[in-house]
């Protein structure tokens, strides 16, 4: 294997650094069974996520062993490599080394319907994050600023700010299509075709018009088929089976045009028939699926708010730990869709906040027997979980630690019931971390004094438990 090139340039531009970091690629590779072995490559913030062939030649103790890796996990029919902020440097340098077969990942497949449906969330909403929280984090700045009357909602800096921001929620359709292309193996720029088509000014002006008029918002294209016109602007689970029925439609449409003629009418045709059948029936139908699941989260929450963020919470690192936080993403963005609020968010930000809270513990037990190196190292860990970025954390430091995991996991249940009873929310999708708590202004001042004391009590709790319960000596 000679990885020589990167998206940035050539790593034998400088003899020392680069090429240290070129043996610790060859080495993930090596730990992962060879190129040969390696089915697929994506990333989310912090984890390179790697599809193999076969996993039982993933050799745990070689990955853990590279320079930059924080961690590794063996879950979800994944092999997740922990790097943390440089990720996207490592994915671009080890972009293109999936050599394996396509038929060998699709055997590989075969009867994992919750590990398949985990890698897919993960490999569509891990890429799509920053953007929306960025996004988000601005929504959420607006909001602090004017409930503190540095800036008027009615200037033009407001005006404008606010309309870029709610846009790229407004689009969300669009950049969940683009990354949901990339995991059902489909042209990204055909999927963006069908989910602009979904959000067609034209088509939303035209139900406008007919509803104004006292007709249902309904065509009738082709003399037979009906296209009921809804508004999809912000909905992720129809831009996601419109992306899926293209991935099914494309091969089809393939198969019956003539080679000299798939440049010209393969696009048209994948795209013209797949935005009728996603119009006509699969978007209305995701419409539904998404109501269903906002109301089954809303009756839980209704049932008992108490228990519902005792449990969110309970197992909120855990599910970091394997990899499946991303799962919660979707509902989330659903429930900010349907009813303008969420819940579940602030828990994530508790369950960040407990992980600090245990990992600056276990450094205040060992701090007079750790080497100074190992000292800065869990000092940082815990700095880092509290800005937002948990996984060195947790894999540096709590994992050897499992009384510590627990007691992080149980405050972050604690804390997380009594957040969900008093109505802890955010009005957008934010990162988790402090810089956030501006954010919650934009449901009023109690809602933020509420998600302070929620983060400082956290703290806390996860602080005194670890001390009370965990010794130096155990892990």
Same mark, same amino acid.
């Given at each position: ?49 790697? *599809? ?65 449906? =985990? ?39 407001? /005006? ?9 929620? /407004? ?6 299509? /683009? ?75 393939? *198969? &019956? ?29 995701? =419409? ?11 009756? &839980? ?43 579940? =968010? ?88 402090? /810089? ?30 670890? =001390? ?8």
């Amino acid at each position: 294997m000679q990885l020589t090139e990167t998206n940035g340039g050539t790593f034998s531009a400088s003899p020392g650094k680069e090429n240290s970091f070129e043996q610790n690629l060859q080495q993930i590779v090596q730990g992962l069974g060879g190129e040969e072995n390696i089915a697929n490559i994506t990333h989310c913030m912090t984890r390179l996520r790697f *599809k193999l062939v076969d996993e039982s030649k993933a050799d745990k103790t070689i990955l853990e062993s590279v320079k930059g890796v924080k961690g590794v996990v063996l879950a979800q029919g994944q092999t997740q490599v922990i790097i943390g902020v440089d990720v996207e440097k490592w994915y671009n340098a080890l972009s293109g080394k999936a050599a394996a077969t396509e038929e060998a990942e699709i055997e590989q497949e075969k009867g994992k319907l919750f590990q398949n449906a =985990m890698r897919i969330v993960a490999g569509i909403f891990g890429p799509v994050v920053p953007a929306i929280a960025g996004a988000g984090m601005l929504m959420g700045l607006l909001s602090g600023l004017i409930a503190t009357n540095v800036i008027p909602e009615s200037s033009d800096t407001v /005006f404008f700010f606010r309309s870029i921001s709610t846009a790229v929620f /407004f689009f969300l359709p669009m950049l969940v299509s /683009f990354s949901a292309a990339k995991v059902f193996k489909v042209n990204e720029y055909i999927a963006l075709a069908v989910s602009s088509a979904m959000l067609s000014p034209a088509l939303i002006d035209k139900a406008a018009a007919l509803k104004d008029a006292g007709a249902d918002p309904t065509l009738t294209v082709l003399g037979a088929v009906p296209i009921e016109l809804m508004g999809y602007g912000g909905a992720i689970v129809p831009a996601i089976l419109a992306v899926w029925v293209l991935s099914k439609i494309t091969p089809l449409v393939d *198969k &019956l045009v003539p080679s000299s003629a798939k440049p010209v009418f393969t696009p048209l045709l994948a795209f013209t028939v797949t935005s009728t059948v996603v119009l006509s029936f699969v978007a209305p139908a995701g =419409m539904w699926l998404s109501n269903g699941a906002g109301w089954v989260v809303s009756s &839980l929450l209704e049932i008992s708010p108490t228990l519902t963020g005792f449990i969110f919470g309970l197992t909120r690192p855990i599910t970091i730990v394997f990899g499946i936080h991303h799962s919660m993403t979707p509902i989330s963005l659903n429930n900010f869709a349907l009813y303008g609020k969420d819940l579940l =968010m602030p828990i994530m930000c508790l369950g960040n906040i407990a992980i600090a809270g245990a990992t600056l513990a276990i450094w205040y037990k060992q701090r007079k027997t750790l080497s100074k190196e190992q000292s800065s190292v869990t000092v940082g860990s815990g700095v880092t979980a509290i800005l937002g970025i948990t996984e060195p954390a947790l894999f540096g430091v709590l994992t050897k630690y499992t009384k510590a995991l627990f007691t992080a996991s149980l405050a972050t249940g604690i804390v997380g019931a009594i957040s969900v009873t008093i109505d802890t929310h955010l009005t957008s999708y934010i990162l988790s971390s402090v /810089f956030s708590l501006p954010a919650y202004l934009a449901a009023g001042t109690q809602n933020f004094i509420q998600a302070v004391m929620g983060v400082l009590g956290v703290f806390a709790l996860s602080f005194v438990m670890t =001390m009370a319960v965990v010794k130096s000596t155990d892990k």
